[in-house]
């Protein structure tokens, strides 16, 4: 489990391609303080686990499914990522809760200047716009940010000129995919309050359909008291 606050800009040194698979070789400093064999670290918003290490970086394995749902494949030696170690039970959390696990990932469709703040227009799957709301939160490449705009398939957000210069959302360029989170709590509260298609299926075709939703519904799944 992670925040969303990103600890440090890491550098790809080496990529090892295989089967459709690839060894990620990262060099970092300010996360290796105590990190161990087996610990789970979020490298732009993907949680990998640690299976070597040095004083000055780690090694993780990207399986294909992550390799497919993420832009962990389009790195390159010298590509900057962003890093965070998985959150302590007695870490505050400033950012919105985020598993490492990416939904998917979007295009970077244009950056716009307002005073102070830099303004991303995210281009994003359909499928996963059902999940992106106004003033809800969104992990993009690792980082935490709060959405200011909802399209039909893009969303915005506002970057503050700290986040900017300490993460890799700096040096971001329209035309670049970025991995996407959505909010977890959405995507169960979502699948709660799908309807059972099946008994849907099964009902005759005169009877009315029935809503998902109800007080024995909400009562069944601890809403009610």
């Keep these: 489990m992670f925040t969303g606050l990103v600890e440090e800009v890491a ?5 090892h391609q ?23 670290i979020a490298v732009n918003g993907v949680c990998l686990t640690v299976v070597q290490k040095s004083s000055s970086g780690f090694t993780a394995d990207a399986v294909p499914e992550t390799m497919r749902r993420t832009n962990l494949g389009s790195l390159t030696p010298g590509s900057q990522v962003n890093v965070e170690r998985a959150l302590q039970a007695s870490s505050r959390l400033g950012g919105h809760i985020v598993s490492g696990h990416v939904d998917g990932v979007g295009r970077l469709q244009a950056i716009e200047q307002e005073g102070l703040a830099r303004i991303l227009i995210v281009q994003t799957p359909l499928p996963l716009m059902r999940y992106i709301t106004d003033k ?5 490449n690792g980082v935490s940010l709060t959405v200011m705009g ?17 993460t890799t959302l700096m040096h971001a360029r329209p035309g670049d995919i970025l991995n996407l989170e959505c909010d977890v709590i959405a995507k169960y509260v979502e699948k709660l309050l799908t309807p059972n298609l099946r008994s849907e299926r099964d009902a005759s075709a005169d009877e009315a359909p029935k809503s998902a939703v109800s007080l024995d ?8 008291s």
């Design 11 to 15: 550098t790809v040194q080496r990529i």
């Design 18 to 40: 295989v089967q459709h698979s690839a060894h990620l070789e990262i060099r970092a400093q300010t996360i290796m303080d105590d990190m161990r064999l087996g610990d789970s």
């Design 136 to 140: 809800g939160s969104i992990c993009l």
């Design 150 to 166: 909802v399209t039909e398939d893009t969303f915005s957000v506002s970057i503050i000129p700290h986040t900017s210069a300490h």
């Design 217 to 224: 519904f909400l009562a069944q799944h601890g809403f009610l």
